[in-house]
């Protein structure tokens, strides 16, 4: 990927990663718009960093990502990525009654919210050169954590999602990146002073030098030994699955 001279639109963009991100790509010369619910933060961000933007945005309300979505391209027509970060990870038990809401919450957040968000832009991005849809999931997606076993669905089912749209995306303009970090020190869990997460600045060095790569999956080291024990062949089975479906 490019790491200049973009028009990068960022769900969850007011903090942890996302903001972290936001600002590594902004001080590169890109024009980046944030996105996120509070508008109060939404401002400072944004103060503190001239000539990025900032977009209210629920993910969680499907009217509101379609109004958004719609405005962002009018607003922006240079728009060429799409970086899908928002996301929430609250403690569960798999081994009882899930809590109704933890649940409708976290699926509507981490995977509707997403796709949505890719659904509303995605026309346009078939129509600029050197786009990108970077979904964010975790090395969770291979290896679950049992006491957020919602939330590492959700990013197995990113995984999954991005996989596909990867393979129908194909003959487009539009790469589909996945970005799947390991335990970082930033608010989700009151992880910000765990020692055993990573740095959080640490983990944006080491994803931003693996963006400058062709790699489909932005791996920092330490997200690989997780991400190996499924099987480092697992996208190429995927492809070659696809293509002998399509074959009939």
């Not at 944030?34 to 945005?57: D, W």
């Not at 991005?125 to 679950?144: E, G, Y």
Request: aromatic residues 6%; glycine residues 6%; hydrophobic residues 45%.
């Amino acid at each position: 990927m490019k790491l200049t001279h973009n028009t990068i639109f960022i769900t969850g963009g007011t903090s942890g990663i996302g903001r972290a991100l936001a600002e590594a790509l902004h001080q590169r010369g890109n024009k980046v718009i944030i996105a996120g619910r509070r508008q109060a933060l939404l401002e400072q961000i944004t103060a503190a960093n001239p000539g990025m933007e900032g977009v209210t945005l629920d993910v969680g309300d499907a009217a509101d990502i379609a109004k958004v979505t719609a405005d962002v391209v009018r607003r922006f027509p240079d728009l060429n990525v799409l970086i899908n970060n928002a996301g929430i990870m609250q403690i569960d038990d798999a081994s009882g009654a899930i809590d109704e809401q933890l649940m409708i919450d976290t699926i509507t957040t981490n995977v509707y919210g997403p796709i949505r968000v890719t659904s509303g832009l995605i026309e346009h991005l078939k129509t600029r050169p050197d786009a990108v849809v970077m979904n964010v999931s975790s090395v969770l997606a291979f290896v679950p954590l049992a006491f957020t076993a919602v939330y590492s669905a959700t990013k197995a089912a990113m995984h999954s999602w991005s996989m596909s749209q990867r393979y129908m995306l194909r003959n487009t303009s539009v790469r589909v990146l996945e970005i799947a970090p390991p335990w970082v020190q930033t608010d989700l869990l009151n992880s910000n002073d765990e020692p055993r997460a990573m740095p959080l600045a640490e983990f944006i060095e080491e994803t931003m030098a693996a963006l400058a790569t062709d790699a489909d999956e932005i791996l920092v080291e330490r997200a690989r030994p997780l991400r190996a024990a499924p099987g480092a062949d697992e996208a190429a089975f995927v492809h070659g699955f696809n293509d002998s479906f399509a074959a009939g």
